[in-house]
């Protein structure tokens, strides 16, 4: 396989809003990013993807977008962004910007114009329709819950929106919309930084049906007719001339259709992030369920991602982001102090020693859980409020209560509470009035705490860059599920040349054994880490949430 850097980087993202407050307004910038380099430095990540720092209203989060080209005023200037791209490149540390392409805000200039007439040059620049029988174009859904349509008084006509009102989406069917993505595009790699993340990439073509009388869900319009066109002509025009890390954010695709986006020889992207796992407790109330996904259903999924693309295409490796719960909360357990590090530390193995490039959200490395907001009022989430106005105001689907334990088990607000710095007022992150509510377990759980402790998670998170960075069996190898039918343990084999890592995950919090753990076990080699600390291995039984790595050499 072609040894590329962004196959062996480690990408940490930051979403700037919440990682560091400089001026003490109560929401973080990029001079507190430029503060804080030091510390993902230390960490050994290779790649920053830096979340929507654009101009912006905020009706999402900085994900509508009014100008490309300028820096939100909250988050400082351009001469603040030159001087982060400096200080990280300074550091051997490269910077990955959002790409929002599919939709922009109805504030940016190009949709002022666009709604201004029925005839104006930019009309087509986004989609426009007629209602129907006095009403919307189709009963096409937003993501975001409600209608995907929003009457325009002024020409008479709906335009589309996937997310909120505000986020029109493009017409990428018109080229000079493309050809404008991609002077943009150029302007920033001109600049210097160093890759994009695509939000949304694979709705930016809208198959004819999801237009149609009988329109559908919002994501009917993945996958469309044209994307794989488009992103080809991206590629030859923009990406192919720069030494740049691409991935695009894809909902609803499969193993063959991120074979064609992200295909070694398909000149596309180079990954994309997929949603299998990440929709695995979905049910008829989309994530506002109880449900938590069982250790059979990831070990199923993550597996068949291994596999599929082993050999012509790359993964790419996460448990969490700006858009989900909390890794340690979602998928281990926060029940007890013990507990929440051991399963953090498990997930962070079970993770890093797979095949792709790992993704590690601003936190993660601390262990940092879900926030136990106690009412609607504390969140500040566009999406949290429109489902609860759907399920409990509008369709009385739940109680209060019953939306309110969803919210904190699922909403993307979990992810977007203040970093966690230390144990003083505001947990480091402002000298003012944080934006939003910071977890009030950052007395317990912060970066001060655990950057100088060799036990902590950040040790340990530290501990497995570094192994990736000395072991090409971690980037490189093939995979190989083992014990397909455990109930606890999720064990797989990595391969490449003579050396062959076994690695072990307990998904309980009770011991794993049997006779299966010790034949695996017995001449597994040498153990390469493991997260109770011991220096050899502790016999056959898995502790709760063990997780342990093992490297042999096959001559």
Known sequence: MERQWWKEAVVYQIYPRSFQDSDGDGIGDIPGIISRLDYIKELGADVIWLSPVYASPDKDNGYDISDYREIHKDFGTMADFDRLLEEAHRRGIKIVMDLVANHTSDQHPWFIESRSSRDNPKRDWYLWRDGHNGAEPNGLRSIFSGSGWQLDETTGQYYLHLFVKEQPDLNWDNTAVRESVYETMEWWLDKGIDG????????????????????????????????????????????????????????KVTVEDAKKYAGFNREELNMVFQFELMEA??????????????????????????????????????WNNHDQ??????????????????SAKMLAVCLHMMQGTPYIYQGEELGMTNAPMESLEHYRDVEIFNAYREKVTEQGAFTHDEMMEYIRKSGRDNARTPMQWD????????????????????????????TDDPNSIFSFYRELIRLRKSYPVIVYGSYELVLPEDTAVYAYRRRRGDAVLLVLCNFTGQPADGPDISALTAGAGELLIGNYGDSSDSGEALRPYEARVYLASVK
């Not at 994009?196 to 994501?219: Q, T």
């Not at 597996?303 to 599929?308: A, C, D, T």
């Open 325 to 342: 719960p909390r890794a340690v909360s979602r998928f281990g357990d926060t029940s007890t102090e013990l507990l929440r590090e051991k």
């Open 423 to 450: 144990g003083g007022p505001n947990a480091g992150f402002t000298a003012g009035t944080p934006w939003i509510t910071v977890n009030p377990n950052y007395r317990e759980i912060n970066a001060a705490g655990q």
């Open 281 to 318: 407790d979905y049910n008829e109330h989309y994530k506002w369920n109880p449900h938590r996904i069982p250790l059979k259903t990831i070990r199923e999924i993550m597996s068949k991602w291994q596999y599929g693309l082993d050999g012509v295409a790359w993964n790419s490796l996460y």
């Open 196 to 251: 994009f993340r695509m939000d949304v990439i694979n709705m930016i073509s809208k198959p004819d049906a999801a237009l149609a009388a009988d329109g559908g869900p919002g994501v009917s319009c993945a996958n469309g007719p044209r994307v794989h066109e488009y992103l080809q002509e991206m590629n030859r025009k923009v990406l192919s001339r720069y030494d740049i890390m691409t991935v695009g954010e894809t909902s």
